[in-house]
Every structure is written in C-alpha cells, then in structure tokens.
C-alpha cells in the first residue's frame, strides 16, 4: 500500500483546519446523527489526525471499541500520539481494500474520503461489508448523490448521510451498479437517508 505523505508542518496545518469552529461544528453535528451507543464498535475510514475518532470514543465508552483507518502513515503516527483512550485504535489501511473482518462493525463513518479514492465503488462496497447486518453507515462526502442513496435505501440499506457540493466524480450510478450486480447481499435496517 502506498500512503500520502504528510510533513510535520503538514500535520500541524490540517490540525489548526480540523479545529476551526466550522470544522468543529461538522464534527458535533456527525456525532449528534450518529447517537453512538456504550458498548458499540465504530470504523472511521479515512481519519485523518483521528479527531472525529476521539469524539466518537467518547460516546461508546470504554466498552466499546473506535477504529480509524487512514492511507498516509504519518497521520496514523499522528493520531495515535495523541489518542486519549486506549479503546481507540489507528492502522494504515486503503478505503478500498479495508483489512477487517465482514460485518464486525455497528457503525462505518467515511466523511470527505469517498470522492478521492480512485476507485470508488470498492470503497462503497467495503464500507457494506464492514458493517453488521443492522448496523450503520455513515457516509459525509461532497458529493450530491441523493438519488444513488435513496437508490440504495430502497434495496434495503440503512444509511446515514449528509453532503453538501457537488462532485461529479461519484455518478449516480455508482452505487445501483454494484447494488445491481449482487454486491447487496445483507439486508440492512435502521437510519434513513437524512
């Protein structure tokens, strides 16, 4: 796996981003739609400095269980230096070939990750795969894909989202196509399209 390079300096700087008070609020907002329960395990797939990951830990407890997961090595070093609980747990790993076991996870977060990875369907179809039947996705990108969503709520998907620019990067096919193709074995239930 190649990772994406970040400098100390760079670090820094995505830290001073992730904690203006916009950036803040995105968080809180994420956290209040998720109502992470005591007890349950959570995979944020492209972390960053692990900030939402924190928040996260804190809502599930010490009996539940944060992992994040992100491309560039030197964030994943970052994050866990300053992680504040032993329940979270940071690992380099690619959204598109995620190394966790299938359906071990009550709650899947990707916030502004899906619109840059290159193949964006297999991010897609990890994040299902990662979550248990029942469980939650989460998914916050800068893609305005409504109609792939409602798409996939109506084959049975429970799905949580939130975006806010359109990138026409993720069609809104994307999501049907490897619905369609069988990809959408496990029925979900839950949360609804926000």
Sequence with gaps: MSGISYSAEAAQTLVAIYSTPDVVAQREATTRRLALKPGEQVIDIGCGPGFLCESMAADVGATGRVLGVELSEDLVRFATGRKSRPWIDYHPGDAAKLDVPTASFDVVVSTQVVEYVPDA???????????????RVWRDNLDESSYCLSQLCSRGFSLIF???????RITQFSIPAWAARGDARRRRQGWPSL
Excluded: C, F, K, T
Excluded at 121 to 135: K, N, S, T
């Design 121 to 135: 369907d297999a991010a897609l179809r990890e994040m299902y795969r990662a979550v248990r039947p029942g469980g």
């Design 162 to 168: 939130a975006s806010s620019v359109v990138m026409p």
